[in-house]
C-alpha cells in the first residue's frame, strides 16, 4: 500500500507538470525578447525579459473592446444557457410528462446530427441574426449534455420534498424555484462552469457570423493575431500602434496569457463544486 501510495503521487506530480508545462512555457515567451523566442531558447524561464509587448496590448483600445465582448458573450450566453438547460431538465425529469419520450429523443437526436456550416449559415441570417451578438450567444446556448446531466440529477432529488411542498401550496414554478434551484448547486455550478468555458472560448461562430471588428470577441482577436504571426505583423500589433519585430513575435503569448486568466481565477472557486456536481448528476442512486 505505502509503494502504491507513493506511485501514485510520483505519477500525477509527472501528469501535473506535462500539463502545466505549456502554460508556463507560454507566460515564460510573454516575458521574453523576441530574439530568444525565435532561437528556441525560452522554455519556463524569460530569457531577455521585457514588458513592452504587455504595455502594447493593454494600452491597445480594440483589446479591450474585443475584452469586453467576451466578457458579454459569455456572461449573457450562460445566463441564457442555464435557464434553458435548468428548465427543459426539470420538466424531462418528470416521468408523468405527456410526450417525454419524445422530447428526449429530440434533443439526443441533435448530438448525433446536424444540419452543418452551410444551413446554418443560412438560417442564422435568414434570421437577422448576422453580425449580433445573438449569432455568437443562441447557437450555443443548449447543450445536450449538460441537459441530460442535469436532467439526471433532478430525477435523484427526492419526491417527497416536493410532494410536501405541492401540499403546501406551492406550484410547479414554486417548488422549481425554491425547493429544486436551492438544492442543486453543485450541478448548476458545474454547468455554469462548462458554459463559461464554452463561451469564453468560442471563436469560430464569432469567425463565421460576424464581419464588424468591433463585434469580435477576444478569442476571435487572438486568432487574427496568430494568423498574421508568419508575416510579422499580426492584426494586435498593428492596432496596437507597433511595428517592432519585438511585439510580433511574442504578442501571440501576451495575449494568450491575458486571455486565459480570467478563466484560471474563476475555476478555483468552482472546483469543488465539479465532482460532485458530474458525479450527481451522472449517477443515478
Given at each position: ?48 525579459f521585457n514588458v ?121 414554478y414554486g417548488i ?110
Amino acid at each position: 500500500m505505502r509503494a502504491f501510495q507513493v506511485f501514485n503521487a510520483c505519477f500525477m506530480v509527472v501528469l501535473c507538470a506535462v500539463m502545466l508545462y505549456p502554460f508556463v512555457m507560454v507566460l515564460a515567451q510573454s516575458f521574453s525578447s523576441a530574439a530568444a523566442i525565435r532561437s528556441g531558447l525560452v522554455s519556463i524561464v524569460p530569457v531577455g525579459f521585457n514588458v513592452d509587448t504587455y504595455v502594447a496590448v493593454l494600452t491597445n483600445g480594440t483589446f479591450w473592446r474585443n475584452y469586453g465582448n467576451t466578457v458579454l458573450y459569455t456572461v449573457l450566453g450562460t445566463a441564457l444557457a442555464m435557464v434553458l438547460t435548468t428548465s427543459y431538465a426539470y420538466v424531462l425529469s418528470k416521468k408523468h410528462l405527456k410526450g417525454r419520450g419524445a422530447l428526449i429523443g429530440i434533443a439526443v437526436f441533435t448530438m448525433f446530427f446536424n444540419g452543418g456550416i452551410v444551413p446554418n449559415y443560412v438560417l442564422l441570417s435568414a434570421l437577422g441574426m448576422k453580425n449580433t451578438i445573438w449569432a455568437v450567444v443562441v447557437p450555443g446556448a443548449l447543450s445536450v449534455f449538460n441537459l441530460l446531466v442535469m436532467k439526471s440529477f433532478f430525477e435523484n432529488l427526492p419526491v417527497e420534498m416536493e410532494e410536501a411542498a405541492q401540499i403546501d401550496g406551492l406550484g410547479w414554478y414554486g417548488i422549481f424555484f425554491r425547493i429544486v434551484l436551492p438544492l442543486s448547486k453543485a450541478v448548476i455550478a458545474t454547468m455554469v462552469l462548462f458554459y463559461s468555458v464554452q463561451y469564453w472560448n468560442d471563436w469560430f461562430g464569432a469567425f463565421l457570423y460576424l464581419n464588424k471588428s468591433e463585434l469580435f470577441p477576444i478569442t476571435l482577436y487572438l486568432r487574427n493575431m496568430i494568423a498574421g504571426a508568419s508575416n510579422a505583423a499580426s492584426e494586435g500589433a498593428a492596432a496596437a500602434g507597433s511595428t517592432s519585430t519585438q511585439i510580433a513575435a511574442n504578442i501571440q503569448a501576451v495575449t494568450m496569457t491575458l486571455t486565459v486568466v480570467p478563466i484560471l481565477c474563476v475555476y478555483p472557486f468552482v472546483q469543488r463544486y465539479f465532482v460532485t456536481g458530474v458525479m450527481l448528476g451522472s449517477v443515478k442512486g
